[in-house]
């Protein structure tokens, strides 16, 4: 094997899997994950970890995996990450770990987030779970919101002896793990509700159909029922739309609506009774991840799909194998393209979607180059349903129900960045709750500030 290319992981055949929505990646077999985790050089300064946003010891698991000590590797991780099984999935490695490793400066990095992910899988096929401790200390954090901010929270106050309650608003926990990332990304019978199960042995009470500011809100919780601390990882569940006319006709979704139907109520599923109007002619406004999930999503539901983007293929904010899976299975991409109206018939059903051709100027705030509508250039593309996937924002119940949380005009929470605490004593926050829609691994660095922070301020407060 060349040690300058990565061992090749073996997916399903596009043309297969945008029929059906099981796992497009196969992940490594044993002898895959040696032969790759030979390719590390074991780097004394080791870069991969400063780009991994939990710091996991990234030469030492992946020294474990090239020894077969497997559950040794999984051990390691466990020390700073209680989703791996997740991260090596979605982690946007290429710009992180992957894109700090001395091997991709002549050659292709090392897989690290492959290997991290077979890891996972075989702790989860082999029964391995991260030891809890012995005792608690008696004090009592509340968390609110199961995703991997808040997942990631409760795990690490729980190993240092806390006793965690995670309240979740929806029936299942995972948050954005369980409605917002597809089945053919993140499976959820086996992947997220194991890493879930594994939290929940750490000690973690998880309380779901609880709506804090509405069945309960923080300063009860705080006043009433003895939490001395709160962790708000609540995320950003709330769309945000682009004001054109039509915007409110039936067939118009939001990405948010679109992905909980289909991953959290099974809409694409027979034998579920929660169907969703899947549409034949499909347009997908936006160029994230969450886009390419929407999209992927609905070309399995059996539509024609056009990603709608106002600018060219290099800004596209998501992932490049998520574009690469979506062109393989043959999703259409309309770049350099904005809506500016969507049409209706006389029953307010979507029919079509008037499309202005953009041209890109200078760069804006973001650095990318900024587009720029052209004249007489309107077209209409024929379809009956739109997806918006602009983005999200924090939802305001929490922040206008608790005394002295202060946000910001974005309505994200004021948390800092090093602990998460809040302007609120004893609350802290953080993930998209506090930086606006961002990454699974992002809101878990955060989870594990707010966790040292917390521990930091009760230890402080005896």
Not at 151 to 167: N, P, Q, R, S
């Amino acid at each position: 094997m060349d040690g300058m290319k990565r061992v090749p992981i073996k997916e399903q055949n596009p043309k297969v899997r945008a029929a059906n929505f099981e796992e497009v990646c196969l992940g490594y077999s044993e002898e895959e994950a040696v032969e790759e985790a030979k390719r590390c050089l074991q780097c004394k300064k080791p870069f991969c970890v400063q780009g991994c946003p939990v710091s996991i010891d990234i030469p030492a698991f992946i020294k474990k995996i090239t020894e077969r000590d497997f559950k040794g590797a999984a051990e390691v991780i466990a020390q700073s990450s209680a989703l791996p099984a997740v991260c090596g999935r979605v982690c946007p490695q290429e710009s992180q770990c992957e894109g700090k490793c001395v091997r991709g400066i002549k050659g292709e990095p090392v897989s690290i987030g492959k290997l991290e992910r077979f890891v996972a899988d075989w702790s989860r096929e082999n029964g391995f779970v991260p030891a809890a401790p012995e005792t608690t200390n008696g004090r009592k954090v509340a968390v609110i919101g199961s995703g991997p901010a808040g997942l990631t929270c409760a795990g690490d106050l729980a190993k240092m002896g806390y006793e965690v309650t995670i309240f979740e608003a929806l029936h299942e926990p995972g948050g954005v793990l369980t409605y917002g990332i597809p089945e053919f990304r993140l499976p959820k019978s086996t992947v997220v509700r194991t890493e879930i199960e594994n939290v929940k042995k750490l000690g973690v009470k998880i309380e779901t159909n609880v709506i804090i500011g509405k069945s309960v809100t923080i300063d009860e919780l705080m006043e009433e029922e003895g939490f001395e601390a709160v962790f708000i990882g609540s995320g950003a569940g709330l769309p945000k739309f682009m004001g054109i006319p039509g915007e409110n006709a039936n067939g118009v979704f939001s990405a948010n609506e679109y992905l909980t139907r289909n991953n959290l109520m099974k809409a694409f599923r027979d034998d579920y009774d929660t169907p969703i109007a899947a549409g034949r002619k499909v347009a997908v406004v936006g160029g994230g991840n969450v886009a390419m999930d929407a999209a992927r999503t609905a070309l399995r539901l059996g539509a024609e799909v056009h990603v709608v983007y106002r600018r060219s293929e290099a800004e596209l904010p998501a992932r490049v194998e998520e574009v690469h899976h979506a062109k393989e299975e043959g999703v259409i991409f309309n770049l350099l393209t904005n809506p500016v109206e969507i049409l209706t018939d006389e029953n307010d059903w979507v029919t079509g979607m008037v499309v202005r051709k953009m041209e890109l100027g200078e760069p804006d705030s973001s650095g990318r180059r900024r587009p720029v509508e052209i004249a007489g250039s309107d077209y209409t593309i024929e379809v009956d349903t739109v997806i918006m996937s602009l983005g999200t924002s924090p939802n305001p119940l929490i922040s206008s129900t608790t005394r002295g949380l202060e946000i910001n005009k974005r309505k994200c929470i004021v948390a800092q960045e090093d602990n998460g605490q809040t302007t609120k004593a004893g609350v802290f926050a953080g993930g998209d709750a506090v930086t606006g829609a961002a990454t699974v691994i992002l809101a878990m660095e955060a989870g594990k500030a707010g966790a040292k922070g917390i521990d930091e301020y009760l230890r402080n407060k005896q």
